[in-house]
């Protein structure tokens, strides 16, 4: 199985629109929607997503039993095929919400959380976590949480296998600072091999997945699906322009519909990674509109 990572600010619906013309079977995650956001607003203002999108999976934060059981009902009812819980993002704003991956250091509340949701839905509960936070990164500390909550039944974990820092790091820096470490996924797969365990970190491309897939259940794939996502359609990949062409009707659509032009096409940005002339088309879409989309379109065929 292939997904690609919740990630705030950029996996959104028009992202994950994007996406689905590249690969039709990855699953595809939100970014983290807090139990907040949806409970105290007009749920549609962060549930809505097109149908062309699954499957996919609503990713909550919080860290109140009843209101994630809540929430997760409502993405159900929403039609996503899956509820995870984000017990892995490290940033200061969500320690001082008390969730992310503060709450790899309270392993029993993390297992009553995912029992209350898992008796609220028919759909999987998912658990996204690290391997360790701060000083806590021993194997016998990741194990101990997991293991804590798989007592509830719940034995799907998606885990970057890096630790997180708590303090002294951004959450860009604990992306890339801390150390990859595979073999602790491995050696996780390896003890409970009927679990449905899920690698995630540092991963570029589907040949690397391929490989990772030999060891565990599944490979998550963060940045790189967004910055490269040519990468997604496999071998052979469309050009950019197949794919522009149709984004746009989408695109049109959500213009009349008041999202502001640049909320979509950013996402367009990365399908000229690495190619000649990128930094052009990518000051193009900076400043989109119907004919600078149509433009690019044409200038593409002309290179192909």
């Known amino acids: 199985m292939l997904s690609i990572a919740p990630m705030l600010e950029l996996t959104d ?28 607003n007009k749920p549609e203002k962060f549930l809505e997503y097109n149908k062309e999108e699954h499957p996919i ?8 039993p009843q209101d994630l059981a809540k929430c997760a009902k409502i993405g159900e009812d929403f039609g996503y095929d899956e509820i995870n819980l984000n017990c892995g993002c490290p940033s ?38 690290r391997i360790g936070i701060d000083n806590n990164d021993s194997f016998e500390f990741f194990l101990n949480f997991v293991e804590t909550i798989a007592e509830t039944g719940c034995k799907y974990f998606i885990i970057h296998a890096r630790k997180a820092w ?14 990859l470490n595979y073999e602790t996924v491995f050696k996780l797969k390896g003890i409970h091999p009927n679990w449905n365990v899920v690698i995630n ?10 490989e990772l ?33 149709k984004y746009l009707p989408y695109a049109e659509t959500q213009f009349k519909k008041g999202v502001p032009p640049n909320i979509i096409t950013r996402h367009l940005m990365g399908l000229f990674h690495g ?30």
């Open 13 to 40: 619906r028009h992202f994950r629109y994007l996406a689905r013309l590249l690969t039709k079977e990855t699953l595809l995650y939100t970014e983290m929607i807090t139990t907040g956001a949806i409970l105290h």
């Open 57 to 64: 999976a609503l990713q909550l934060a919080g860290s109140s």
């Open 92 to 129: 200061e704003r969500v320690q001082s919400g008390m969730f992310g991956a503060c709450l790899m250091n309270k392993p029993a509340l993390v297992a009553e959380c995912i029992n209350e949701m898992q008796n609220a839905v028919k759909i999987p509960v998912s658990v996204k976590t």
């Open 166 to 179: 708590l303090k002294g790091l951004s959450p860009k820096e604990n992306r890339t600072i801390p150390p």
């Open 201 to 210: 970190g540092g991963v570029k491309n589907l040949d690397e997945a391929r």
């Open 213 to 245: 897939l030999k060891k565990v259940n599944g490979v998550m794939i963060g940045r790189a699906a967004y910055e490269t996502p040519l990468i997604l359609a496999g071998e052979k990949p469309p050009t950019p322009a197949d794919i522009i062409e």
């Open 275 to 304: 190619m000649p002339g990128a930094k052009k088309y990518r000051s193009l879409l900076s400043k989109p509109d119907f004919s600078t989309l149509h433009s690019i379109i044409g200038r593409q065929q002309l290179c192909t």
